[in-house]
Every structure is written in structure tokens, then in C-alpha cells.
């Protein structure tokens, strides 16, 4: 992961309400080697059963409303991360799978209607500072809601026991 | 001559005068059966070529492995075979919920004296309990009986195994037959088939008759039985309209041995990981610590066995970091245990009812355990991995010792808690 | 400067700060739960990140073992063994093993849920405890490890939607029916990292188990948290488990409201979310008559023992039998509620009818236990979810009130209780 939040990278788009039994599938939970969990990314997503063959490393998946909404599952953030994806943009996050993003330091950005601007495929250029996003291969651009605040100083920190250190080691 | 139980009912099914150890009939069970593996089964059935299973009235299909299904793949494999026994019209069929088949086949009156029964399931000798004549068969020998009704069957030697002396307090069937079974060794009946007698198998219930059968299994036996008695037609009254022939042994057969035990000294019985003939008397083993005791299956799931545990665990709290499974052998023997208040003083001390079915017993579900555990079980085997994991271990004894254990969370002697 | 809404004063409370809709606050945790999905990677993530380092407070911190209980493979009892060793290593006494229930209904029963608290474990549906007016919220394995660690927590204060509700219903309408129609009537889009407030006489009179049940599908809202004021009956409930006198924590007056919404019950029929979202709402008599191969009565939205009495009165009502193609699974949510139903003469009605009562916990609606689903069964449930897929792939699921769900597997279609 890039930690200054700026991103080249494929686009893969998928629709609204996916939930974290597609994102990760609850037979799956007893899991807890995170290489293992990457092994069943998005397999429930119709269309994206062979995501994890074809996913190539900087990738970025679009979605839209409500992405991750269901489970507190954090496998759903972790197979993302361990498959390499760069970033999650979706025009809304249900508000789990967006802490756990947070808490892992894996990029997140909502952007409105982000789905009717990408197709499966395009090159995106994103800077998370900003909410800047460029589609290389249509030649536009759109902005969503830019990375700041406390999300950004934990993230900033690769997520929050990078934040905790200096705390947690204060304690000692 | 004299003739031994088995060659008297394969005699009969084969329309013979007698018929010898060793000697080959071909005969017409009048049950056939099957569980979960039936859609395996009805997959030989169609690769033979057949279409439709020559005797459906035979068929008796109960869903107990894995119920109610925990993996799609066992969802799909039920589906399967509900669409197999409606396309077959088969009627005698029990779907998930009803309990485990060697329970079951009784309480619905398919198990009778004089019957010959075969199943696709070792536990099958079971039903010798009753009187009959009952053959655990693989997956391919019960396709083969569905598509022509038939099948052929050697003629067994006997064992003729007479239980003496008194029962002392803590004691039961399954330390009797726990004991034969590390006398004689895991192998010591192969291919046999044990008749039980004597005054402590006249003495003893259906259910405990039942435990006897159900392990001789474990000594490699082809078929266990208790000859039909008073207690026996009582037990199968209201149960079936069918008719039906007891057939008893002759008092001058031939056996292959005889073998004589006098239980007045014997203790409760523990058999160790991971073969049911190491056995010892349980206060060789008392205090290993157990993590998982299971009372249930087959073998020890009936109400007898829950009433005694409650005895043990009425008003007390099992120990802490242990868990209790109960598993009724099937949805009467649970609903009796409502009725009595057994199942409400069982939950009060801790344990974990679970729906009639073949549980943890296989692995399958429902009390997997996990790396070096150790699980103390009233069932019928002990091999490692038998309940899904490889690095743990499972200790076998009665539903007194395992209430008993539950309570110190260590292997525990039952005669200290009655 | 307006007043504060209930979760505004609530993060003021714990955390020391005037926590205002917007803020971040680090606010002060009573309880973080793990549940045996999630428990053994928060183990991991704890052990990783700080090695043997005493937790804050082990006092304050909860095992639920919910999710596979008894464990269904290897993995999970491995899971569970972990937890359990963490227990015993980090001298946590609340570990509530396999044979407890549903989690939260659990710390509900043990008096660990106060109003006004703020607790955080690994379940989605945490916020049910909203029920009571507790903050409670589902977090990721490594948000519950920090709190192990700090005792403390970030959190982005959300705005409140005041929802207060109007009118009369009468039975078979239900707490659910009251959920399902809000769920169907709400912009999702808006609700979303919301609190919700509930107000008006149809929630004033709801009881408990009818407040749990909206309450718990907040999160299929998509909002954070539903807060329900707690009535003097419930406060004296928990105040008699938990040892002492609580309070309700109550919004100032003059609280900000991101929006307040009205909605009219009058005359609410029982509804029923249809594949494959929970708010693809439609009244129960459009879809009557949809074919049904499984019903499952239980969950942490609808597994109280006030559900399963509707249900069973149903199902009494209606003949005692469910229809011979369906399968009926019922999940009480804890032992409390087992006790409870096994005294009440309810088990014997389901087991009678054909039902498989399964041990407290999640059952089903976890997936992996208790009938899992095949390729284009159907089932109804009274459960919180029903996602695409979710219990077993090519299967389709309905969301209904229990009473419903008992009349639809009496009648094997989708039905109105008669």
C-alpha cells in the first residue's frame, strides 16, 4: 500500500448492497490465516467467482451503495488486502467493513455515483488526500470525500496498533 | 443336530431343512437399511442399470448422519435422496429429525424377532436385540439388494456368550460388553455371530440388550443377539401390525465357543485411545483430564442411559472449561426425557442438548474436537479421528462414568456418585 | 448550544468529552465481547500486536460461543480452544462456553448489559442490546483487540434520526412485522451510520423480546445503533440481575435530530421480506401459497421464549404437524430461554409436530449449523438476513414474524397463522 494515498491501478465494478457473505463467505470464518482468507475473495459476487485468478496486484474495486453491509467479519477487508487490491471506491460503506478498513490502513473512498463512471477494466489514477479520481482510459475526472481527519492519522499510521504504539509502549 | 440361532433363520430364509458354518444361502432380507449414504447407494443402483428397486416395502431409509444438514454438501446429498424414495415410492422413510436408524427401525416396528435385516451401516447388529438376525453390508452389496430384493450370505459360525453373577452398583451393559470385547479383542468374534444369554442378559432391558448388539460390532461380529423374550414383545406392542416367527437357538447347537463371564467383581470398564479392546477398569484411568464428555448415539442414547446421568448430575454443575453433549438416540427417546424432567435437570448442570441424530459421534458436526482434546463418549468407537480430529482422543465408557467425569472434568469412577 | 441526543450523551459520559454528532471521541469501554467467529483472530491480532501483556480489565471482557456451537470442524474447536486458553491465561471469568446461547441475549441474562453503556464485540448485531438503551456495536477483530489492550476506543459520533411511531395493531402482527415495515419504508441511504431513537405507544408497549427483535435489525438498517428507552419493567429486570439499581439514559429535550420521522402502524399485517434482501418487504398474503422446504424459528432477532410460545401456539392451533415435506428447525437463543420453553410444555409441542429442536445459539443463521440449505430449497425464517446465498448456495430465504413462520410450515407454503 502506497502510504502517501495516491494509486494507479484496473478497475473492477461491481453493483450496490454487496454484502460480506459475497465480499467473504461465513463458511470461510473459521479461518484465520489471512493468506487462506484471500484465497475466497469476492467468490459470491455473481460474475466475480474467478476474481482471485484474474486480479492482478494495484487493482481498485469500484462499487456502489452500501458495500460490505452485513457481517463484522474483518476477513472482508483482509482478503481484499491480501489479494493485493489497492483501494475500495464505492458510493457508500456500511459502517463495519469501514472501520475495519480504517483500522487495517486499507485505503476507502465514497464517491456518488463512482459506478456510472468506471467500467470494469479502465485505468484509474486516485489521490485519497484530495478525493481526486482520474479515469485514464474515459478522460475524466471525479471527486469524492478526501481522506482526513482521525481515518487519515490512523491510517496514516498503517492502521491502529501502528496508531496505539506510541500509547500502549507509554504504558509500559 | 442341533442348530445355532444364525443357521436357523438363514435356514429358514433360504427354505432349507438346516444349513452349516460356512455353507452359502441366498435369501430375501426383510429389511434393507440405508441413511445418509443412500444417494451413493442409489448412484451404484443406476450405474447397475436398473430403474426401479425390486422391493420398496423393504427399504427403510433414515436421515441421521449429519441432521439437520451442516454443509451444502450434506443439504444436497438429503435432496438427493428425498427425490430417490419419492421416485421409488418408497415409504418407510424417515427424514432428519427422527433419530438415528438403529433407534429408529425399532421404535417404528421394523426391527422383529425372526427377521433378517441388512443395513448399510456397521451398527446394523443392533437389531439382534430383538431377535433378529442383523448384518451390517457395504454401499455396493445394499445396491445390489435394492435392485433384486436378494442377497447371498455365509452362513456364520457362533459364539455362544452367557453372562453370570450379579450386576454390582455402577455397572451396566456397556462395562459387560466393553470387558467381552477387550477379552476377546477387536477382531475375536470376526465374521461370527454372538448369541448373548444368561441370567444377566435375561435380567437386562431392551436398551441394554440393544448396547450389547450394537458393540459386538467392535469384536468384528457379523450379527449379535438376545433371544426374544417376554420383555421383548412387551417393548414391540402397538409398535407393528406385521407377523412375525421368533426363532431361538437349539439347547444342543454346535457353537465355535462358548464363553462364560461372571460379572459379580467386574468394574465400569474405560476403553483407551484408539481401539475399543484396550480396555481397562476405570480406576486405571480416573483423573485424566477430559475437555468434552458425550453421552448418546447409538450405542447409549436411549432413556435408561439419561435417567442414570441425571441421577449423577441432578442439582450439581459439570466443571468448569468441560463441556456435556447429550444426544438422544431419537425424537421418542427425547420426548420420554422431557417428560420425565431429565432433559430440563441435564441442561440445568451444564449440558448441551442436541437434536436426535448421529451428532459428534462421526466427526461430522456437533462437537468436533479440537487438537489435544480428549472426549470421554458413551459411543461405540474410539478409533483416531473418529469425531473429525486426528490429534485427539477419545476414551469410551458408560453414560454413569461419562456423568460422573462431566462433573470432576477428569475420568471419574461412577460408583462414587450413585 | 442544542442538547444531546442518547448516543451524543452516552460518548460524553465515556469519554470525557462534549461529544457532538461528527466528532471523533476515544470513549471508555464496559465490555468487548468475542464470539467464537472473530474470538480466536482477536486472540491472534492481541497476541501479534502485544505479545503476553496483561488486558486492561479482565472483568470487562466476554467469550460468547455462539457461532459453531458444539463445534462443527477442527478449525472452530480449535478456535474455541484458543479462546478458552486466553480465558484461563488473562484470568477472564466471563466465558459463556457452547452450552450458553446467543451472546448478547446471553450478557442480557447475566445482567453485563446496562443502559448507557457502551459495548463493543465481534457480531453485526450487537446493537440489539439498543433493546435496552446500551450502546452497543459490532467491530473487527482489531478494533476489539485494541480494547482488550486500552479499554478504550474510537468512535465517530453519529447523527440521530428521531423515528417515533403511531397507532394500533393487532396479533398476528408482530414486533417484526412493526421492523419489517420500517424497514421497507426507509431510505437506507440516510439511515446509513445512524443512531435511530424509537418513540410512540407501539413501542412503548412492545416487551422485551419485541424490542430486541427491532432493535436488532438496526443493523439491516444500516444504521449504527437503535436505542429503545428502556420502561420501569425492564430496568427492574436487569437491576435484579445485575445487582443494583440502573437507569435509562434519556435524550436532553432539546437534542439535535439529523431528522425525525413519523410513521402510522395502524392496522400493520404481517409482512414478509422476500429474496434476497431484508428489505424487499411485501405483506405476507402475496407471496401465500410459495412452496417451503425448510422453516427456522430462532435467531437474535425472533429466539426469545415469547417467540417460540407464538409459534408453538400455532402450531398447536393449527393441527400439531408440520407438513410432511418441511423441515422445522427451532433454536431457543440461550438456556435461559430453553428452561423456560422446556417447562412450558413448548419442546414437546415442536418435537411432536416433526420439529428439530437444536441447541441454544445461532443455529442456522450463522450458516454451517443446523440446516444448511441446497440448491433451490426454500426456506422462512425468522432470522435477520437473507442475503443471496448466504445458507447455501442456489437457496432462497424469507424473513417472517414467528408466528407466521409456524403457520408456513404447518402448511408447507407461505401462509397466514389461522
Known amino acids: 500500500m502506497s502510504k502517501e494515498f495516491v494509486f494507479r491501478g484496473r478497475a473492477w465494478v461491481v453493483g450496490d448492497d454487496i454484502d460480506t457473505d459475497m465480499i467473504y463467505h461465513g463458511s470461510y470464518l473459521p479461518l484465520t490465516d489471512p493468506k487462506e482468507m484471500a484465497k475466497h475473495a469476492l467468490e459470491y459476487v455473481p460474475g466475480m467467482e474467478d476474481f482471485v485468478e484474474r486480479v492482478q496486484p494495484g487493482d481498485i474495486l469500484v462499487t456502489g451503495k452500501n458495500f460490505g453491509c452485513g457481517s463484522s467479519r474483518e476477513h472482508a477487508v483482509i482478503t481484499l488486502q491480501y489479494n493485493d487490491v489497492a483501494a475500495v471506491i464505492a458510493e457508500s460503506f456500511s459502517r463495519i467493513f469501514y472501520r475495519n478498513a480504517v483500522n487495517l490502513g486499507f485505503p476507502i473512498l465514497e464517491v456518488p455515483d463512482i459506478t456510472e463512471e468506471v467500467e470494469t477494466g479502465d485505468e484509474l489514477e486516485i489521490d485519497a488526500n484530495t478525493g481526486r479520481i482520474r479515469n485514464v482510459t474515459k478522460g475524466i475526472e471525479v471527486r469524492g470525500t478526501s481522506l482526513s481527519g482521525l481515518e487519515k492519522e490512523i491510517m496514516t499510521a498503517g492502521g491502529l496498533f501502528g496508531y496505539l504504539k506510541a500509547e500502549l509502549q507509554a504504558e509500559e | 443336530m442341533g442348530q445355532t440361532f444364525a443357521q436357523k433363520i438363514l435356514a429358514r430364509k433360504a427354505g432349507l431343512e438346516e444349513v452349516e458354518p460356512g455353507q452359502i444361502v441366498t435369501v430375501q432380507p426383510d429389511k434393507l437399511l440405508t441413511h445418509d449414504n443412500t444417494a451413493a447407494i442409489a448412484k451404484i443402483f443406476r450405474e447397475i442399470g436398473v430403474e426401479r428397486v425390486a422391493r420398496p416395502e423393504i427399504n427403510v431409509i433414515v436421515l441421521d448422519h449429519v441432521v439437520p444438514a451442516a454443509t451444502e454438501g450434506h443439504a444436497t446429498n438429503h435432496q438427493q435422496i428425498r427425490r430417490f424414495v419419492e421416485e421409488q415410492g418408497i415409504t418407510h422413510f424417515y427424514d432428519v429429525g427422527e433419530g438415528i436408524c438403529h433407534q429408529v427401525l425399532p421404535e417404528k416396528g421394523h426391527a422383529l424377532p425372526g427377521y433378517l435385516i441388512v443395513g448399510s451401516d456397521s451398527h446394523t447388529p443392533t437389531h439382534g436385540a430383538f431377535g433378529a438376525f442383523a448384518a451390517g453390508i457395504g454401499r455396493t452389496e445394499a445396491a445390489s439388494v435394492m435392485a433384486t430384493g436378494e442377497i447371498w450370505l455365509m452362513v456364520p459360525h457362533s459364539f455362544r456368550v452367557v453372562v453370570k453373577g450379579g450386576l454390582p452398583k455402577g455397572v451396566y451393559s456397556k462395562d459387560i460388553v466393553l470387558y467381552i470385547i477387550g477379552d476377546l479383542g477387536a477382531d475375536g468374534a470376526d465374521y461370527r455371530s454372538v448369541e448373548f444369554a444368561g441370567p444377566v442378559v435375561e435380567e437386562m432391558s431392551i436398551a441394554s440388550r440393544m448396547v450389547l448388539c450394537n458393540m459386538a460390532a467392535e469384536m468384528g461380529a457379523k450379527a449379535g443377539v438376545v433371544e426374544p423374550d417376554e420383555k421383548t414383545r412387551s417393548w414391540l406392542t402397538g409398535r407393528t401390525s406385521a407377523d412375525f416367527q421368533e426363532v431361538f437357538a437349539d439347547p444342543d447347537a454346535t457353537y465355535e465357543r462358548v464363553i462364560e463371564y461372571d460379572v459379580t467383581e467386574l468394574d465400569p470398564q474405560v476403553a483407551r485411545p484408539h481401539t475399543v479392546d484396550n480396555m481397562v477398569p476405570i480406576t486405571e484411568v480416573a483423573g485424566i483430564r477430559i475437555d468434552q464428555a458425550f453421552i448418546g448415539t447409538c450405542t447409549n442414547g436411549r432413556l435408561e442411559d439419561f435417567r442414570v446421568a441425571a441421577r449423577i448430575l441432578r442439582g450439581r454443575r459439570i466443571a468448569p472449561n468441560t463441556r456435556l453433549l447429550i444426544l438422544p438416540a431419537s425424537r421418542e427417546v427425547l420426548l420420554a426425557a422431557l417428560a420425565d424432567g431429565i432433559i430440563a435437570d441435564l441442561v440445568t448442570a451444564g449440558a448441551v442438548v442436541l437434536n436426535p441424530g448421529c451428532g459428534p459421534c462421526l466427526g461430522a458436526h456437533q462437537g468436533v474436537m479440537a487438537p489435544g482434546e480428549v472426549t470421554l463418549s458413551t459411543a461405540n468407537r474410539n478409533f483416531k479421528g473418529r469425531m473429525g480430529c486426528k490429534e485427539a482422543e477419545i476414551y469410551l465408557a458408560s453414560p454413569a462414568a461419562v456423568a460422573a467425569s462431566a462433573l470432576t472434568g477428569e475420568i471419574a469412577d461412577p460408583r462414587e456418585f450413585l | 448550544m442544542s442538547g444531546k441526543t442518547i448516543i451524543e450523551k452516552i460518548l460524553s459520559e465515556h469519554s470525557g468529552a462534549d461529544a457532538r454528532a461528527g466528532d471523533r471521541v476515544w470513549a471508555d469501554l464496559d465490555l468487548a465481547v468475542v464470539r467464537d467467529f472473530g474470538g480466536p483472530n482477536v486472540v491472534l491480532e492481541y497476541e501479534k500486536q502485544l505479545g503476553d501483556k496483561p488486558v486492561w480489565d479482565p472483568q470487562k471482557i466476554a467469550m460468547t460461543f455462539d457461532y459453531q456451537a458444539p463445534a462443527k470442524v477442527v478449525l472452530v474447536a480449535n478456535n474455541q480452544r484458543a479462546c478458552r486458553q486466553f480465558a484461563v491465561k488473562h484470568g477472564v471469568p466471563h466465558v459463556f462456553d457452547v452450552n450458553a446461547g446467543i451472546g448478547q441475549h446471553v450478557l442480557l441474562e447475566h445482567g453485563m448489559v446496562l443502559p448507557g453503556g457502551v459495548i463493543i464485540g465481534t457480531d453485526s448485531h450487537m446493537n440489539l442490546l439498543g433493546a435496552v438503551g446500551s450502546f452497543s456495536t459490532g467491530m473487527g477483530t482489531t478494533d476489539v483487540a485494541a480494547g482488550w489492550a486500552t479499554g478504550r476506543l474510537w468512535f465517530r459520533v453519529p447523527e440521530t434520526i428521531k423515528i417515533t411511531f403511531k397507532g394500533e395493531y393487532d396479533y398476528p402482527a408482530s414486533a417484526k412485522d412493526l421492523t419489517l415495515f420500517l424497514l421497507s419504508k426507509i431510505d437506507k441511504s440516510k439511515t446509513i451510520y445512524k443512531s435511530l431513537e424509537f418513540y410512540g405507544q407501539p413501542i412503548d408497549s412492545l416487551s422485551l423480546a419485541g424490542r430486541l427483535t427491532l432493535a436488532s435489525m438496526v443493523t439491516e438498517m444500516e444504521g449504527k445503533i437503535g436505542f429503545i428507552t428502556p420502561n420501569q419493567s425492564i430496568l427492574d429486570w436487569i437491576g435484579e440481575r445485575a445487582g443494583r439499581s440502573v437507569e435509562a439514559v434519556l435524550p436532553d429535550e432539546d437534542a439535535a435530530y439529523k431528522e425525525e420521522w413519523e410513521f402510522d402502524v395502524s392496522g400493520l399485517e404481517p409482512l414478509i421480506a422476500c429474496p434476497d434482501n431484508p428489505d424487499n418487504v411485501k405483506p405476507v398474503r402475496e407471496v401465500a401459497g410459495t412452496r417451503v422446504d425448510e422453516v427456522f424459528i430462532g435467531s437474535c432477532t425472533n429466539g426469545r421464549f415469547e417467540d417460540l410460545k407464538v409459534a408453538a401456539e400455532v402450531l398447536q392451533g393449527m393441527g400439531g404437524k408440520v407438513a410432511p415435506h418441511v423441515r422445522l428447525v427451532v433454536t431457543p437463543a440461550t438456556t435461559e430461554v430453553a428452561m423456560e420453553a422446556v417447562e412450558a410444555g413448548l419442546y414437546e409441542t415442536f418435537i411432536k409436530a416433526g420439529a428439530m429442536v437444536t441447541n441454544q445459539g445461532c ?52 401462509s397466514l397463522p389461522e
Open chain 3, 363 to 414: 443455529s442456522l443463521c450463522t450458516i454451517g449449523h443446523h440446516g444448511v440449505l441446497a440448491e433451490g430449497d426454500v426456506l422462512v425464517s425468522t432470522g435477520n438476513r437473507n442475503f443471496r446465498g448466504k445458507l447455501g448456495k442456489g437457496s432462497q430465504a424469507y424473513l417472517a414474524g414467528p408466528a407466521v413462520a409456524a403457520a408456513t410450515a404447518v402448511k408447507g407454503e407461505i
